[in-house]
């Protein structure tokens, strides 16, 4: 006997078919659960926060603790100032990366030679070296040429995480794009600058999203860098979540959530607002032709 | 069409290599090989204190002497720290000096310091140190010699009385940096500041509803433990560190090992050579092991301090054999599910009776690369004298103070609702100091000591755990 026809959208219940969605919602509970116990911790009093799962009064007194001159009080830093710090020195680096990584990319992605292979390997090797494996010879060298604790220096540390990141990602871009477009506009009589800037960069727009967007993640959460290199002035919403962690006895776990809470925000907004281009181009260039 | 792409091809190659030999001539003309004096330090080594800038101050004492000075302070966040952030105006009043603090968080705290230390970038005049991290930013003379600054009138005040420290305490932050050489010796690298003492906290109510003591024996101690136990109620015995670190060695099982008359290492001629696996080291070790399985929380081996104390606090442990000043912040009102049931014992005797305690203290240190000594000297003076410490004290949360007369006079009135802390303390204070000895591996050598500790808990021969374990040990000891 057929089976019966399926309208679209209309699924088969089988036993297989049902044990998967089971399982995808168990991956789905599991994934999201540390999340969710984020969430539920920051809105723990300092009673409860150890000694209690689900069931608690919610307070919002974290938030405001830790925006408030009770929280500079307890870290020494201003959660703010560290905010702004972080927008402003992630938000550089990844302009700077953009600036030199999207020709850059353009470049990698149009001409082979010889090495150029090696080459992009020894970019993107500078995203694999462990940071605490250069980060003397650097705070060295920071100290030496007064960068230590400046944003400048910060801009110019983490472009050893975006720039790998934003010439791998938009080379391939690069490369998927039809050379035929540039090479019309060559015939056309514009010189190999305007065919780049007027045919292929609003091509790769929605890549330049994706790798803008990711670059900015890597750059906010990295952690190493800014715990070395800055000081109270211009330290970074990472370390200055990580200073509620307390010592002596003393881990202050909600203040800790809330701060890391707040601290998501930012590339979250980002994330929401280049949504449009995102979700174009965080597959367009997976595929290769 | 290709051609022009060649064309370009071949030309941007150019101008990338031109650019790139500018850049990189741009770059050697910077003096970056002066770092390659990383580690070299300015300060003394080898416990000397030639040359101290400590001789360049001179005349009357006076507090005001590097008024305008802004001194930057490495610090972690701890309850000493808490205590002392408020008085930090009164300090500038005193001396016109302004001191911004840095805290960064305890897990992260030494690998900063580290980098801070070796870079010798002078970006921290002062900072918060354990007594054991001396044998490691010591000898490469990251370390400012404080001998020259106590010993100079004209840059301590008369009323400054360094002999009011416990002498332990001092003796630990002593040593002259020579392999098989005792603490007490060469420079002072450090000033205690807050100190803690290894013992027993239990719970009280518990204790009295079993009509229980605490024990005075070891084997007495086993056997406790193993009663209180009842792992159907959620609740056991004792709780004391168990993860693969440094830091589970030194409180409750160093406290005890040496009570039981074990040594870490003997010396002779300048060489050491590791007595883990002597045979009181061996029994011991293998009883410690017992009574965690036994008596101790499930997961023993990633516990570290907050956990135990932790445990005690919410009433699921009966016992922590830890620091003395980790204990107690669990029995301020309100701050745990026990509070107020807790009190303190010394922890078992050994067999000849010995009382002999291991000893964490929270120090100040001088970055020897500090560009303002004097500012720092007058900070780490004012912050361990008797005035800041006795207003710090009255705060509540600074347990143990380091000085004789600020215990018994401001720390003893905290004491009303902790039975057993101050008698506790009376009991194990004249045999508190550091129990280990002195060497510069001593990270390296006390974590394997650890993870041997550890693959005993799991099953492992301990005799043989441990001769494994010594063997390295004196071998790493004796290098360099």
Request: glycine share 10%.
């Amino acid at each position: 006997m057929a089976a019966a026809e399926l309208m679209p959208g209309q699924r088969r219940f089988t036993p297989a078919a049902v044990g998967a969605d089971l399982l995808l919602l168990v991956w789905f509970v599991f994934s999201l659960f540390p999340l969710l116990w984020l969430v539920l911790l920051s809105l723990k009093t300092s009673a409860e926060q150890t000694s209690t799962y689900f069931a608690f009064s919610p307070t919002l007194e974290n938030f405001s603790t830790v925006l408030s001159d009770q929280g500079t009080r307890l870290t020494s830093v201003n959660f703010l100032s560290a905010l702004v710090s972080s927008v402003l020195s992630c938000g550089g680096a990844v302009l700077v990366s953009l600036v030199i990584g999207i020709p850059a990319a353009y470049a990698a992605g149009r001409w082979r030679f010889r090495g150029s292979d090696d080459l992009m390997f020894t970019i993107l090797s500078f995203r694999f070296a462990p940071e605490l494996m250069v980060i003397v010879p650097l705070f060295v060298i920071y100290n030496q040429i007064g960068l230590f604790d400046t944003k400048l220096g910060l801009v110019w540390v983490l472009q050893l995480v975006t720039m790998p990141l934003v010439i791998w990602i938009l080379r391939s871009y690069f490369e998927d794009l039809p050379e035929d477009l540039e090479q019309a506009a060559l015939l056309d009589g514009y010189t190999r600058r305007r065919a780049f800037v007027m045919v292929a960069l609003p091509l790769v727009r929605p890549g330049i999203a994706a790798a803008a967007l990711l670059a900015f993640i890597f750059a906010w959460n990295s952690y190493i860098f800014p715990l070395i290199l800055t000081g109270g002035t211009n330290g970074t919403i990472t370390v200055a979540v990580a200073r509620y962690l307390g010592g002596g006895g003393q881990a202050y776990y909600n203040l800790t959530a809330a701060a890391a809470l707040i601290g998501a925000l930012p590339p979250l907004v980002l994330a929401l607002t280049i949504q449009r281009y995102l979700v174009r181009g965080l597959s367009f260039g997976a595929v290769k032709s | 069409m290709s051609t022009s792409a060649h064309r370009g091809h071949d030309h941007s190659r150019r101008s990338v290599l031109k650019s790139l030999g500018l850049a990189g001539g741009g770059l050697a003309s910077i003096p970056l090989l002066n770092a390659c004096g990383v580690g070299t330090g300015t300060g003394s080594s080898g416990g000397a204190s030639a040359g101290s800038a400590a001789d360049e101050v001179t005349g009357a004492f006076d507090w005001k002497k590097a008024s305008g000075t802004t001194l930057n302070v490495l610090q972690t966040p701890h309850p000493y720290q808490q205590s002392f952030q408020p008085l930090l105006g009164e300090f500038t009043e005193l001396t016109g000096i302004e001191v911004v603090p840095e805290l960064v968080p305890e897990a992260d705290y030494f690998t900063r310091l580290n980098t801070e230390l070796q870079g010798q970038g002078g970006n921290y005049d002062v900072f918060m140190t354990g007594a054991y991290f001396i044998w490691t930013y010591g000898p490469p003379g990251w370390m400012e010699d404080l001998g020259p600054w106590i010993a100079n009138e004209s840059a301590t005040n008369a009323d400054y009385d360094f002999e009011d420290i416990y002498e332990g305490l001092r003796k630990a932050t002593q040593w002259d940096f020579q392999t098989g050489s005792p603490i007490g010796t060469g420079g002072q690298w450090a000033i205690p500041w807050g100190f803690e003492t290894n013992v027993i906290a239990y719970n009280k109510r518990l204790f009295d509803e079993r009509g229980v003591r605490p024990a005075e024996t070891f084997d007495e101690l086993v056997e406790l433990a193993t009663d209180l136990t009842d792992r159907s109620a959620g609740r056991y015995g004792i709780a004391f560190r168990g993860s693969k670190s440094w830091a589970t060695i030194h409180p409750g099982y160093m406290t005890q090992y040496t009570r039981e008359g074990a040594v870490d290492y003997t010396s002779a001629d300048g060489e050491l050579t590791a007595a883990m696996n002597s045979p009181e080291a061996v029994a011991f070790t293998q009883k410690w092991a017992d009574l965690a399985r036994n008596a101790g929380p499930a997961n023993w081996t990633s516990y570290e301090y907050p956990d135990c104390t932790r445990d005690l606090g919410n009433g699921s442990a009966a016992m922590v054999f830890d620091a003395d000043s980790a204990t107690y912040p669990q029995n301020q009102p309100g701050a745990s599910a026990e509070a107020g049931n807790l009190a303190w014992h010394p922890g078992p005797a050994g067999p000849d009776g010995s009382y002999a305690t291991n000893l964490w203290t929270w120090s100040w240190g001088m970055n020897s690369a500090s560009k303002n000594k004097l500012a720092a000297w007058l900070f780490m003076q004012w912050a361990t004298g008797k005035d800041a410490m006795n207003e710090a004290v009255q705060q509540g949360a600074f347990a143990d103070p380091v000085r004789e007369s600020v215990f018994n006079d401001s720390f003893v009135q905290t004491l009303g609702a902790f039975p057993g802390y101050q008698e506790t303390f009376e009991k194990v204070i004249d045999s508190t100091t550091i129990q280990f000895t002195p060497q510069q591996a001593f990270f390296q050598t006390t974590e394997d000591w650890a993870t041997s500790l550890q693959n005993i808990y799991n099953g492992a021969d301990a005799q043989s755990e441990l001769d494994s374990l010594a063997d390295r040990s004196t071998t790493a000891v004796n290098q360099g």
